[in-house]
Every structure is written in structure tokens, then in C-alpha cells.
């Protein structure tokens, strides 16, 4: 049994779309809200959560909508390309009022903005939990993790896309005594880059087809299903696997609260604490992109060698050193430096190391016709996470110091190696490899 790799970044584009989306909106609209609305750190983090309260809805009820949606071009096909295109005409509409309320301030064009931005984020979730659920439904379960780990490559490409754009668009010499930054040409590259992902997508993956030949071969393997039928197709899951992904879910929770803590104040805590503009912000992040890049192949495979579980628990620790250092480096130093990029690089293989073996614990604990559903509880507590993150947080950093930042990531994160020591089933363990041949399974 081998994964199709090229397939897979087919499947991935649909990932890459959202992911460079996400990057550009958790580091731009934080920072017009800012400066353009003039908004303070509680408000805008209460806006800024605003996508993670839709999504704790929309996506759980769009990812089990998909589940039953039964078209000529799939159940997801339908959702991702409304909610792409949808989503690709109202986020020019954002830069649009953005540079209109800076040039003649008014409170209808506040309004407007923030209802655009909720349409914006509505078309958003519904095809997210569709759009992931993809890459279950055409891969057979022990393969999923080293398939998470090119749908992952996929979203980091898009998320470093975004960020090499803003760092030849929008360098510190351009933007850090401006008094308005034009995000407009940045709004635009990034929807182009949308648009042709979805695209490609549609016109390379048949997904009627792919979906049930992937049925008829895990029908050939019932020891792959952990849950048990109730009679009408659905799952009943046994209570040990039950807990455990209640505590699976929870440590999702937790690591995604420190790193959403991080990632969606990052550009204005260095703005603040050391006087860097977003060119900066984004150099690093940047770094810590190419490092999850680089790492998510290769994690797929360590993961297929020592288990899901114990990579993710390597990935916990990694990170939450990487963010205690972050606090010492960004408090000692004023300007970016080369220990900074090694930090952040270490920053994207951690990630790396928990996102890819997350998701396919979770839907590891369910059959294929419940694949959506599932993914919908992962979003839920990922969502429910970043709701309380960016308010609670910017608070926080309001109320006693921005440098609480770091510290709080880290310590959030930390939590997440407790819960994740209860957690006993997802993980799908192979037989180990050596050398070159741990790649051997996957074709051109």
C-alpha cells in the first residue's frame, strides 16, 4: 500500500488557499483595526476572535452537511468552490474601505467594514471542514499522517507565499513611520493565488472517483475502524476511545490557545517591544514557515517510526521551550537576529510535529461516512481555543505588559503534555524503516 504524492498536493491546494489566506488576515486585519480604526488591543482581539466564533459553528455543521451531500462533483467539491469564490470577491472589499475611512473617517464605513469582514468569514467556514475532510476521504487511514504531512507542506507554502510578499511589498523602510500602509496590491495577489489554486484543484481531482475506490479498499481492512456501527452507518464510539478523544481534543484546545496567542499579537508585540514594523514580524515568521516546510515530510515519516502520540509530545516540549526563549530573546534584544531565526525555525518543526499527527488521530476514531463530522470536532476545539486566545490575551498584555505574551503561549502549550499522556487510541504505528526507505511508499 503506497500514498499517491502527487495526488496528495493536488488535494493540498485546497489547504494552500485557506492557509494563505489565514496568514494574511491574522497579520494584517489585527494591525488595521489598530492603526486605521484606532481600535484598543481588547477590542481588536474580540474581532479578531470573531472568525473563531463562526467557526465553532459553521464548521462542525458544515463538515457533517458534507458528510450527506451527495452531487455529481462530490460532497466537498460543492462547498469548497462557493465558499473560495465567495470569500475571494469580499476580501478586496476590506483593503477598499480600509484606505476610504483612513482618507474621510466615518462610522458607516466602520460598519461596513466589520459586516463585510463578517461575510467574509462566513463564506470562509463553509468550506473549510469540507476542504480538510478531502484528504481522509481519498486516503486509507495508516496513511494519513504522512498525507496530513504534504497537506501541512501545502498550507505552509501558502502561508510563505503570503510572507514573502509582505516582505518585498511592505519592507520596514515603507511602513514603519507611514502614516497608512495601502494593503490593497497584497488583498488582490493573495485572492489571484486563491483563485488558482481552487482551480487547479477542480480541474485535477476527480473526487466521485478517488472516494470510492478509497471505500472499497478500507472495506477490505474492518480492523482499521476503532468505532463500532450503531445499524445506520454512523459510529458509537466504545468508552475508552471516547476518553480518549475527549483528552485528545483538549490538548488541541490547549496548544492551539498559546500558539493563536502568539501568532495573532505577534506582529504588534514587536512592533511594540522592539520597534520592528511588520517586515520584521513577518521575516520571522517566516523562519519558522520554511522550518515547518522543511520538517513536515520528515515528520510523517518519524511519526510512522514512533507513533503519532509521541511525535506530537516531542513537537509539545520543542514548542514550548521555543516560545520561553522567544520571551528572553525579544526582551533582550531590539532588533532581529540570526539566534531569532534558529528559535523560530525550531518554532515551525515543533508545529510541524503536532499539526500533522493531530487531525489523523482524530479521524482515526471514526469510518468513512462520518469522516466531515470529525473533522468538525477537531475545528471545534482548535475554534473554541482561539476564541478565548486573542481577547483574553490582548487583555492581558493591556492590562500588565505586552511581554506576557510569550509566557502565556508557553505555558498553555506545556498543558497540552498533560492531557495528551491520557490519550490511548489514534495512533497508527508501522513498522519501522531505515534510512531512504522511509520513503519508499510514497510515489511520484
Known sequence: MKLNNKRTFLVGLAFLSICAFWQMYDNVVNLILKETFHMNETYAGFIMALDNVLALFLLPFFGSLSDRTHTKIGKRMPYILFGSIAAIILMNLLPILDNSYFAAPSTGKLVAFIVILGLLLIAMGTYRSPA??????????????????????????????????????????????????????????????????????????????????????????????????????????????????????????LWFIGYNAVTTWFTVYVKEIMGQGIGGASRCLLVATAGAIVSYIPIGAIASRIGRKKTIKIGIVMLAACFALGYVLTTTFKEINIIMFIVFALVGFAWAAINVNSLPMVVEMCKGSDIGKFTGYYYTASMAAQIVAPGFVGTLMRLIDYRVLFPFGAVFVALAFVTMSFVKHGDAKVAAKKGLEAFEDMDD
Open 132 to 253: 480538510v475532510a478531502l484528504m481522509p476521504d481519498v486516503t486509507p487511514k495508516p496513511l494519513r499522517s504522512k498525507a496530513n504531512a504534504i497537506i501541512n507542506l501545502m498550507g505552509a507554502l501558502g502561508g510563505a507565499i503570503y510572507l514573502v510578499l509582505t516582505t518585498i511589498l511592505y519592507p520596514a523602510s515603507k511602513t514603519q513611520d507611514a502614516d497608512h500602509v495601502n494593503y490593497q496590491p497584497l488583498f488582490l495577489i493573495v485572492a489571484g493565488i486563491m483563485l488558482v489554486a481552487i482551480v487547479l484543484l477542480k480541474l485535477t481531482i476527480n473526487e466521485p472517483k478517488l472516494v470510492d475506490e478509497n471505500k472499497a479498499l478500507e472495506e477490505q481492512h474492518p480492523e482499521w475502524n476503532l468505532a463500532e456501527d450503531d445499524g445506520s452507518g454512523h459510529e458509537i464510539l466504545p468508552p475508552a476511545v471516547k476518553k480518549s478523544l475527549g483528552f485528545l481534543l483538549a490538548s488541541i484546545a
